[in-house]
């Protein structure tokens, strides 16, 4: 797994108004808290968080904060971004002692290629495992290579990395094969829609003529 250090300074502003003018300064308020110790609220440099977050675990990387008093192990529990930007707004930081196993959340990547008459629906984009913190599998793969239509692979027939444990229900679908649509199918549901979509507008053109009839009655 990654392991990135990255610095931690004290933050004493708090509430709205201080979060904006952190951010304004580069930088991503931050909360570090557990193992029954008082939360820390902290800010980390917003571009060495994102360089952080561009290796291969992603958002749980496991960082190594360089705080005042020291240095402490920590992965990110929420990650707030902005809507629209895409830039961090918030992070909750877990604290983590080596030989810790945490429960998290590991992308699904799909390799290989389904039979050619197969829609891959993927169900399930992420799984949920416990493994050792130091340990943590950037992404799980899975390979379709071959899946047929009515073919499905559950979260239990995944290879898992040696040491991690799943916690999603093993029945889970994760990826389902689906026939694909023949053109004449896909004329048919086209012409289908068009159909429905034009009896709706007919039916409104007759519901104003009628009213517009009534109006000139009176």
Same mark, same amino acid.
């Given at each position: 797994?990654?392991?990135v250090?990255?610095v ?10 201080g ?12 909360v ?6 008082? &939360?820390?609220? #902290? ?6 968080l ?7 675990a !992603?958002?749980? @990387? =496991?960082?190594?904060l360089?705080?005042?008093d ?6 990110p ?28 959340e590991v992308?699904?990547?799909l390799?290989?290629?389904a039979?050619?008459d197969t829609?891959?629906?993927q ?13 943590i &599998?950037?992404? #799980?793969?899975?390979?379709?290579t071959?899946l ?7 979260? !239990?027939?995944? @290879? =898992?990395?040696?040491g991690?444990?799943l916690?999603t229900d ?7 094969g ?5 053109a004449?199918?896909?004329d048919?549901?086209l012409?289908?829609a068009?159909?429905a979509t ?5 039916s409104?053109a ?13």
């Amino acid at each position: 797994m990654s392991e990135v250090r990255i610095v931690a300074e004290p933050r004493t502003e708090f509430g709205k108004g201080g979060a904006r003018r952190t951010r304004k300064a580069g930088k991503v308020p931050a909360v570090l808290y557990g193992h029954g110790q008082p &939360p820390r609220h #902290i800010s980390l440099q917003a571009h060495e968080l994102l360089h952080a977050f561009k290796t291969d675990a !992603g958002t749980n @990387v =496991l960082l190594t904060l360089e705080l005042s008093d020291g240095t402490q192990l920590a992965l990110p529990k929420e990650v707030q971004r902005h809507p629209i930007k895409g830039s961090y707004e918030h992070i909750d930081l877990v604290i983590i002692r080596k030989g810790e196993r945490v429960t998290i959340e590991v992308q699904v990547v799909l390799v290989g290629d389904a039979h050619s008459d197969t829609f891959v629906d993927q169900q399930l984009n992420t799984i949920s495992l416990q493994a050792d913190a130091t340990e943590i &599998p950037g992404s #799980i793969e899975v390979d379709i290579t071959g899946l047929q239509p009515g073919a499905s692979i559950s979260a !239990g027939q995944l @290879v =898992l990395p040696k040491g991690s444990a799943l916690e999603t229900d093993a029945a889970q679908v994760v990826v389902q094969g689906q026939a694909k649509l023949t053109a004449a199918q896909m004329d048919a549901e086209l012409a289908e829609a068009e159909q429905a979509t034009g009896g709706g507008a007919a039916s409104a053109a007759a519901s104003a003529a009628a009213a517009e009839k009534a109006d000139s009655s009176v």
